[in-house]
């Protein structure tokens, strides 16, 4: 059998989640097949302990009795956080494959979702349109009707992705051309593709009021004007969302149910469909910090305009 990419599992201090996660993914087919390597970050603060120390209890129970070829448990000890850990973490196991799938611990996978991952990386690995792999997928009305199997997205996905090491070698983690992008009207609009948020979210990273490297990844994306495929059945659920993650929130609008049927696809080259694109973006706005306010404005807008339309009616009225 074709070697497996290795299968990279970030976890802090969420016992529970942690527990569901390696659960599920472990019921995958090819999990015997697959290396697992577990990143254990370290406490934050002294109230974290505790809770490391019994996520990393799991972990240790976990390997000794699962279905994995290996597994090999990176415990760090002092705090990276989860953007430095998964920099750090994917960029050495990345580069002694030249391939990961990487899950983070709050997300229960379809049992069919290491298959799917594989052999999209192994039909995209040489195409040069293809950034990564998603296994999420959302609520999308305009995938009823859709006819194939997968889709492309002008951005990638931080629930259960895989790329390769060519890919991930590309990005300026710093962002050094941020000031030229920011006076750059064209690049804005072309990253803006991918979400109204976008050019927002990495704002706030380059402020330091997030620590995100999924919207830095995002924005090399963009940058090289590359696709993301995504299954049209969706692979991968967040358990999560209750403001217990670094950047989880509570968003049950979010949820969308596990496909756990063992979801048949055909994979080929595809085109991004900007009917899929536009309703993509909708779903996205209340992400978007300044969502509220937007609407406030337009209906403040439209409200005027309205109104002016309606005093130049009545002038016209008085006049005839």
Not at 105 to 119: G, S, T
Not at 143 to 156: E, F, H, Q, T, V
Not at 228 to 253: F, R
Request: charged fraction near 30%; hydrophobic fraction near 35%.
């Amino acid at each position: 059998m074709k070697k497996l990419a290795p299968l990279l599992v970030f976890v802090y201090n969420r016992g529970e989640l942690t527990k569901q996660m390696l659960c599920a993914v472990n019921e995958n087919d090819m999990a015997q097949y697959t290396d697992l390597y577990v990143f254990s970050d370290g406490p934050k603060k002294e109230s974290d302990i505790e809770n490391v120390a019994a996520v990393r209890t799991i972990i240790h129970d976990f390997s000794q009795d699962n279905k994995f070829r290996t597994i090999h448990v990176l415990e760090a000890e002092k705090n990276k956080g989860l953007a430095n850990s998964i920099i750090s973490g994917v960029t050495q196991i990345i580069n002694k494959y030249g391939n990961v799938i990487v899950l983070e611990d709050d997300l229960i996978v379809a049992k069919n979702f290491l298959k799917f991952m594989n052999d999209c990386l192994d039909f995209y690995k040489d195409n040069n349109k293809i950034w990564s792999i998603g296994g999420t997928t959302f609520k999308l009305k305009s995938l009823d009707n859709y006819s194939k199997d997968i889709y492309a997205c002008y951005r990638g996905t931080s629930w259960g992705w895989a790329t390769w090491s060519d890919r991930w070698g590309k990005v300026d983690w710093e962002v050094s051309d941020y000031d030229a992008f920011m006076n750059d009207r064209s690049r804005k609009a072309r990253f803006r593709r991918g979400g109204y948020e976008m050019v927002s979210a990495l704002q706030k990273q380059m402020e330091g009021k997030t620590d995100s490297w999924a919207i830095r990844w995002c924005y090399q994306q963009s940058k090289e004007n590359m696709f993301t495929i995504l299954p049209k059945k969706n692979l991968v659920m967040n358990i999560g969302m209750n403001g217990s993650g670094t950047h989880s929130g509570n968003h049950d609008y979010f949820h969308t149910k596990l496909d756990n049927e063992k979801f048949m696809y055909m994979l080929e080259d595809v085109e991004i469909s900007e009917k899929i694109m536009r309703e993509f973006r909708k779903y996205f706005l209340p992400l978007w910090p300044e969502y509220d306010l937007a609407k406030c404005y337009v209906n403040k807008v439209i409200d005027k305009f309205k109104k002016i339309r309606s005093e130049n009616l009545s002038e016209k009225d008085e006049t005839v």
